[in-house]
C-alpha cells in the first residue's frame, strides 16, 4: 500500500516571536516493511537555518533556525510512503516464554545492544510493582512473550476508554492506571512501562494510522492526527509491533516516523523562542491510500 500524508503544524503568537529554533520528527524511517518514496518539508516565514541528520535511535531530525520576527509557524511536511504487510499472528506464536526473554536481556545483554536502551524506566516511563502487577494478568509463567503481548494489549483496549479530556502530556502513569482513560500516548507509554516492569524490552513508536470514514462519507482532509504504538523486543523476530489503542498487531495501515524510549524522544515538533507570549497550536493531518486519492 501506498500512502501519502500531510501533517500541518500551525503556531500562532500573541505577540512577535524575536527568533526560534525547533527539532522535527516528521520525515518516515525506512525499514525492512515500509520505504519512503518522497518528502518535502516547508515553513513559514522560511528558516535561516536548516538541517538533518539521524539520531541515536536512528530517526530522522529536521532542525531549523528562525531569525526574523514572526506572529505565526507553519510547518507543513509532505511524504509518500509504502508500507508492506507484516507477519501475523499465528506465525509469532513459537516466541520463547517471555521469562526466558527477561533472562537473555538480563545475562546476554552485550549481544542485544538494539534492545539495551528500551529495558530501563525514563521521566515519562516509570516503572513499579503496580505496573509490574497489572502487567502479569497477561504475563501468566511460561506465556509466550508475543502471546502475552497480544494479550496485554487486548486487555488495555477492553479496559481503558480513550479519552482526550482525561489527561495530557504530564499525567503520570500511575494516574492512568487509576483512572483506565487517556489517549494512544497514555496507552503506549502504559504498556511500555507495564513490559519494563517485568524486565522487557519495549519501544514508543510514533507515526501515522489510516483512518477510516463512516460508509458513504468521503474522506475528511485534515481530520487524522499522529498515533503511536509500541514494539516488543523478541529475540527471536526482533522487533514487533502492538497498538493497544486498536487492539491490534500492526500491519498495513500503520506508518512508522520515529522511535525511542518514550514520547519525549520522537516529539513531532518542539523547540524554544524567544518571545511570543501565549502560544495557540493548531495541527491537521490526512492520510490518503493513493488508490483512493479521489475520494
Same mark, same amino acid.
Given at each position: 500500500?501506498?500512502?501519502?500524508?500531510?501533517?500541518?503544524?500551525?503556531?500562532?503568537?500573541?505577540?512577535?516571536? $524575536?527568533?526560534?529554533?525547533?527539532?522535527?520528527?516528521?520525515?518516515?524511517?525506512?525499514?525492512?516493511?515500509?520505504?519512503?518514496?518522497?518528502?518535502?518539508?516547508?515553513?513559514?516565514?522560511?528558516?535561516?537555518?536548516?538541517?538533518?541528520?539521524?539520531?541515536?535511535?536512528?530517526?530522522?531530525?529536521?532542525?531549523?533556525?528562525?531569525?526574523? @520576527?514572526?506572529? +505565526?509557524?507553519?510547518?507543513?511536511?509532505?511524504?509518500?510512503?509504502?508500507?508492506?504487510?507484516?507477519?501475523?499472528?499465528?506465525?509469532?506464536?513459537?516466541?520463547?516464554?517471555?521469562?526466558?526473554?527477561?533472562?537473555?536481556?538480563?545475562?546476554?545483554?552485550?549481544?542485544?545492544?538494539?534492545?539495551?536502551?528500551?529495558?530501563?524506566?525514563?521521566?515519562?516511563?516509570?516503572?513499579?510493582?503496580?505496573?509490574?502487577?497489572?502487567?502479569?494478568?497477561?504475563?501468566?509463567?511460561?506465556?509466550?512473550?508475543?502471546?502475552?503481548?497480544?494479550?496485554?494489549?487486548?486487555?488495555?483496549?477492553?479496559?481503558?476508554?480513550?479519552?482526550?479530556?482525561?489527561?495530557?502530556?504530564?499525567?503520570?502513569?500511575?494516574?492512568?492506571?487509576?483512572?483506565?482513560? %487517556?489517549?494512544?500516548?497514555?496507552?503506549?507509554?502504559?504498556?511500555?512501562?507495564?513490559?519494563?516492569?517485568?524486565?522487557?524490552?519495549?519501544?514508543?513508536?510514533?507515526?501515522?494510522?489510516?483512518?477510516?470514514?463512516?460508509? %458513504?462519507? @468521503?474522506?475528511?482532509? %485534515?481530520?487524522?492526527?499522529?498515533?503511536?504504538?509500541?514494539?516488543?523486543?523478541? @529475540?527471536?523476530?526482533?522487533?514487533?509491533?502492538?497498538?493497544?489503542?486498536?487492539?491490534?498487531?500492526?500491519?498495513?495501515?500503520? $506508518?512508522?516516523?520515529?522511535?525511542?524510549?518514550?514520547? +519525549?524522544?520522537?516529539?513531532?515538533?518542539?523547540?524554544?523562542?524567544? %518571545?511570543?507570549?501565549?502560544?495557540?497550536?493548531?495541527?491537521?493531518?490526512?492520510?490518503?491510500?493513493?488508490?483512493?486519492?479521489?475520494?
Amino acid at each position: 500500500m501506498r500512502y501519502q500524508v500531510e501533517h500541518q503544524t500551525l503556531y500562532s503568537y500573541d505577540i512577535p516571536v $524575536i527568533q526560534s529554533q525547533q527539532l522535527l520528527h516528521m520525515m518516515p524511517r525506512q525499514t525492512d516493511f515500509q520505504q519512503c518514496v518522497s518528502y518535502t518539508l516547508v515553513c513559514e516565514p522560511v528558516p535561516a537555518e536548516q538541517s538533518r541528520r539521524l539520531d541515536f535511535f536512528g530517526n530522522h531530525n529536521d532542525y531549523v533556525t528562525l531569525l526574523v @520576527p514572526h506572529e +505565526s509557524l507553519e510547518v507543513t511536511s509532505r511524504f509518500q510512503v509504502d508500507v508492506q504487510p507484516r507477519p501475523i499472528l499465528a506465525e509469532l506464536l513459537q516466541s520463547p516464554a517471555w521469562e526466558s526473554v527477561h533472562d537473555t536481556l538480563q545475562l546476554q545483554a552485550t549481544q542485544h545492544l538494539s534492545a539495551t536502551p528500551f529495558v530501563y524506566a525514563t521521566a515519562k516511563v516509570q516503572v513499579s510493582e503496580a505496573l509490574a502487577s497489572f502487567a502479569r494478568q497477561c504475563f501468566t509463567p511460561q506465556r509466550s512473550l508475543l502471546d502475552a503481548a497480544m494479550a496485554l494489549t487486548q486487555h488495555i483496549y477492553s479496559e481503558f476508554e480513550f479519552d482526550p479530556q482525561a489527561t495530557d502530556i504530564s499525567t503520570p502513569l500511575d494516574e492512568v492506571l487509576k483512572g483506565r482513560r %487517556g489517549v494512544c500516548q497514555d496507552f503506549a507509554h502504559l504498556m511500555i512501562g507495564a513490559l519494563r516492569s517485568l524486565g522487557l524490552a519495549c519501544r514508543y513508536v510514533s507515526g501515522y494510522i489510516l483512518t477510516h470514514p463512516p460508509a %458513504g462519507q @468521503p474522506r475528511m482532509v %485534515g481530520a487524522d492526527a499522529s498515533h503511536a504504538w509500541v514494539s516488543v523486543y523478541c @529475540p527471536v523476530y526482533g522487533w514487533v509491533d502492538f497498538d493497544p489503542t486498536n487492539n491490534c498487531l500492526v500491519q498495513q495501515e500503520h $506508518i512508522t516516523v520515529a522511535w525511542g524510549r518514550d514520547f +519525549s524522544d520522537v516529539s513531532p515538533m518542539r523547540g524554544v523562542v524567544l %518571545g511570543g507570549g501565549q502560544q495557540h497550536l493548531t495541527v491537521n493531518v490526512t492520510v490518503t491510500p493513493l488508490e483512493y486519492a479521489t475520494v
